[in-house]
């Protein structure tokens, strides 16, 4: 009785484990990427990192921003 109880305890906490493990695997695989179906001005950014999303959207502008007078390129 005590060997049956121990074995499904160890299953259980194997089970909460490969749960958890996977769910911390997926998570730092899709935290910083586009949600699917994101479009900024008629181009696809789907699954891009936020940096690449930035760098198309930099890309797009036709002038500079400022701020406070400083210049962001």
Do not use: E, H
Not at 9 to 33: C, E, K, P
Not at 36 to 51: E, I, N, T, Y
């Amino acid at each position: 009785m005590k060997k049956t109880r121990l074995f499904i305890i160890a299953l259980l906490l194997q089970l909460i484990l490969t749960l958890g493990f996977g769910t911390v695997v997926s998570y730092a695989n899709t935290r910083d990427r586009a949600p699917s179906g994101l479009k900024v001005w008629g181009q696809d950014c789907s699954g891009l990192s936020r940096a690449q999303v930035s760098t198309q959207i930099r890309d797009k502008l036709r002038m500079p921003l400022s701020m406070r007078d400083k210049f962001i390129p």
